[in-house]
Nanobody, 124 residues
Framework: QVQLVESGGGLVQAGGSLRVSCTASGLTFSKYGMGWFRQAPGKDRVFVALISWSGGTYYANFAKGRFAISRSNANNTLWLQMNNLKPEDTALYYC??????????????????WGQGTQVTVSS
């Protein structure tokens, strides 16, 4: 059974930093692209960042220069380092696994396994 579990969310002041983690189990992690999405209250889920099986990265415009996605295939772990956080970054952050091996996508329905989410709240 494939499972993704996020951790590391919390409350931070504007301008601060936070790193969220996602631990994967039940899959050959190194074969899959992985992504982070977020959903703010009353808004649609949006793409944040992705990382390919080999470490290539791609970011949403709002994340460029502030967020960094990384992974450890040895430890089946995905991270999202978030710096210079803004109140508008407040959301539930989800990690997700790309449906197909050796593929990447920014589209949500291209992902088939999602974590439960971790809350990030940025105070002004």
């Amino acid at each position: 059974q494939v499972q993704l579990v996020e951790s590391g969310g919390g409350l931070v002041q504007a301008g601060g930093s936070l790193r969220v983690s996602c631990t994967a189990s039940g899959l050959t992690f190194s074969k899959y692209g992985m992504g982070w999405f977020r959903q703010a209250p009353g808004k649609d889920r949006v793409f944040v960042a992705l990382i390919s099986w080999s470490g290539g990265t791609y970011y949403a415009n709002f994340a460029k220069g502030r967020f960094a996605i990384s992974r450890s295939n040895a430890n089946n772990t995905l991270w999202l380092q978030m710096n210079n956080l803004k109140p508008e970054d407040t959301a539930l952050y989800y990690c997700a696994k790309v449906r197909q091996t050796y593929a990447i996508t920014t589209v949500g329905n291209g992902y088939d396994i999602w974590g439960q989410g971790t809350q990030v709240t940025v105070s002004s």
